[in-house]
């Protein structure tokens, strides 16, 4: 969280002000960054949707969501009094171009009274169908005609595959400039994600290590003991691939693998994540076959209560071929890293829930100690555990205390809860606040889109062309499956776990 910031008068309209999102996530992120004296002085947020509702309506209803999801849990009356008063709603049907007459009046008013130097920000929290409307409104009535004061935020999934992403960039780059384009993914919001570059570019112990000379291999696992939910109508159209690997996952992989950036400037960084893209080795059928590994989870048992096969969740097809757990050998075919495999994994109803960067270092070149001193050896590594714990670890030998000369592994931690007292923002406190002061840096740029698109479209193709024989093929409560272990073991490794209390 930046410590001091000045920011221009701003009006933020929310497209799907009732939603899901915006009482989620959104609207607590927002007091937050009020409450903390982080939002400008002079500013309106403005929620839309198509039914009617009262300013004083729409306040409660956004009382409510800050006080069931807020990390800060209640609202302070007298703050939530001064925030809500800035909180207004303007019903619009984004599908009738008149309703944008009546927004152009609202934000003209706000205009007015703010001044010339005002910025409006356009937050699509809508269904991805609705994004090119939006779009298209938007320019028409001439809401977002400058450039330095005009931004849109557009939530994933930011389409559904290569053609569709492109089609949505091309609607979006014709009415809008890239730098008012914010692309967002929540996950690079996190702050241990953030910390990812910190830790990497601050420390020049890493560099030297940091290169397949020393790494023995990577592993990023972002695991769900969760099913699909309410969201079985969504989810059977996305699967596992396209919902969480195109976007989270390929970024973190674009962060442990980029090269060091020459300074902090949005552009640079995201250059450097798009090179590491354009490394990755593109799949062939005997990669597909060998190197990705697909699942769907069947009945089981989660903390005691059973929980249904994902065929028999809500609004899912009874026959789906939708994978609800994916696993991927990727490889970035540069000097840094030519040979060192990269796994990904990614799942539902799975025993942990947990999101790990797992980076493992090539074993001591020669064993000076003898096997009967080595009670539990393993090769050294760094971990990054971005939830439920937030740490960094690095795991290194040591002798065990006693007469004997006895090595096992121990943890140096950089422990989040340790070493502050002041508590993490949400991520979408620290996105929307770079929205308001135009950093770019944790948003994905057209380009980097593409191309994960295209590094991953002839798996979907495959594995779309191709009904699985097997589904459901891992049971609830399990780490996915058999060929999912295998993938890794063939090479001589293992999916690494910190063990978690499950409670």
């Known amino acids: 969280m930046k410590t001091s910031i000045s920011l221009n008068p701003t009006i933020i309209v929310i497209f799907g002000g009732t939603g899901d999102l915006n009482l989620r996530k959104l609207a607590p992120a927002l007091y937050n960054l009020y409450a903390e004296g982080y939002m400008p002085e002079k500013f309106a947020i403005i929620g839309t949707a198509r039914r009617p509702l009262t300013d004083v309506k729409f306040r409660e209803t956004l009382m409510e969501g800050v006080n069931s999801f807020s990390r800060t849990g209640k609202v302070h ?11 207004h709603y303007n019903p619009i049907d984004v599908k009738d171009s008149a309703s944008f007459d009546t927004l152009k009046d609202t934000l003209d008013k706000f205009k007015d009274e703010f001044g010339p130097d005002t910025q409006i920000v356009y937050y699509l929290a809508v269904s991805p169908d609705l994004f090119p409307s939006i779009a298209k409104r938007l320019a028409k009535f001439k809401l ?22 492109r089609e949505l960039n091309e609607i979006l780059r014709e009415r809008f400039k890239e730098k008012q384009i914010y692309r967002i993914d929540h996950y690079l919001g996190k702050e241990t994600v953030q910390n990812i570059m910190a830790f990497r570019f601050a420390n020049s112990f890493l560099e030297p290590l940091w290169n397949r000379n020393y790494i023995d291999h990577v592993q990023i696992s972002v695991t769900e003991q969760l099913g699909v939910g309410d969201r079985g109508g ?38 450097k994540k798009v090179d590491v893209l354009k490394a990755m080795r593109p799949f062939s059928a005997e990669d597909i ?80 100690f003898p096997a009967s001193v080595a009670e539990h050896w393993q090769q050294n590594r760094l971990i990054i555990s971005i939830q439920p714990e937030m740490s960094i670890r690095l795991q290194v030998q040591g002798k065990r205390p006693g007469l004997d000369m006895t090595l096992n592994p121990v ?50 193709n495959a594995w779309e062309s191709k009904k699985s024989l097997s589904f459901p093929n891992y049971a609830a409560d399990s780490w996915g499956p058999e060929d999912a272990e295998a993938l890794i073991a063939r090479d001589g490794f293992h999916w690494f776990t910190l063990p978690l209390n499950k409670d």
């Open 289 to 368: 076959r060998f190197n990705t590994v697909r699942g769907q989870y069947t009945k089981g048992w989660i903390r005691g209560d059973e929980v249904p096969g994902y065929r028999s969740e809500k609004d899912v097809d009874k026959q789906s071929n939708t994978e609800t757990f994916a696993a991927i050998k990727f490889f970035v075919d540069n000097w840094r890293w030519k040979g060192i495999p990269f796994y990904v994994r990614t799942g539902k109803r799975l025993s942990q829930t947990s999101s790990l960067i797992t980076i493992q270092f090539k074993d001591v070149p020669h064993q000076v």
């Open 77 to 87: 009356k007298e703050k939530w009094d001064n925030f809500s008063q800035n909180v």
């Open 411 to 460: 943890d140096m931690v950089f422990d989040y809860k340790g070493t502050y007292t002041t508590e993490s923002p949400e991520a979408y406190e620290t996105l929307l606040l770079d929205v308001m002061t135009g950093d770019q840096t944790q948003f994905m740029r057209a380009d980097q889109v593409e191309i994960a698109w295209e590094l991953l479209m002839p798996v979907i």
């Open 144 to 165: 977002a005609e400058n450039e330095d004061n005009c931004r849109i935020v557009v939530e994933k999934p930011f389409g559904k595959d290569l053609e569709t992403a």
């Open 234 to 271: 969504y989810y059977d159209g996305s699967g596992a691939l396209r919902d969480m690997i195109q976007n989270h996952l390929l970024q973190l992989l674009c962060i442990i693998g980029m090269e060091t950036p020459i300074n902090f400037d949005a552009d640079e960084i995201r250059d």
